[in-house]
């Protein structure tokens, strides 16, 4: 599925809980991701990623920071836990710094009856500390647990949110790669 000129888009599921959605809200992601055609699609699932919590640089990392170094762009599945995101998507992004920068990433959040958009919300700040373009589309699943029916399609369909998050996403990888490409960022 790679071609020369596709954006390199990985999907990082950020819950590594038991009994967690989030597998199942990437799987419905990535069909919809799978539609553009500007991209090649790669998946982080946190719960494999073996990323220290005390930040020590071991081969995981190396690995890890591998693939955010190669991405153009990335989109973070996550749930709210508690009003929040959880501690390993925090984890995460502090497990690498440059690899980050000058890149853009959007966020599919889901919960309760606010659907993720807290921890979205938090998430925005810490992304843009990180030196990161956040995309201002966001698709947020209400209800999760009800959201999806048999066949892992959702029942209220928000394909018009995930297809504007995608082409958004589009835009600034393409354009921040090609500055990347003429000049480093200068963080």
Known sequence: MTGPGRLRLEVIIGSVRAGRKGPKVAEW?????????????????????????????????????????AADAFV???????????????????NAKFEWRAKPVGFVSYGGMSGGLRATEQLRLVVAELHMVSIRETVSLHQVRKAFDADGELIDAAFDAAARLLAQLAWWATMLRAARTVEPYPG
């Open 76 to 94: 973070v599945v996550t749930p709210e836990y508690n009003h929040g995101y959880p501690g390993a998507l925090k984890t995460a992004f502090d």
């Open 29 to 69: 992601f990535l069909r919809q991701a799978s539609e553009a055609t500007e991209f090649d699609v790669g998946v982080l699932d946190l719960a494999t990623a073996e990323l220290p919590d005390n930040l020590v640089v071991d081969a995981h990392v190396e690995a890890f920071r591998g693939r955010l170094d």
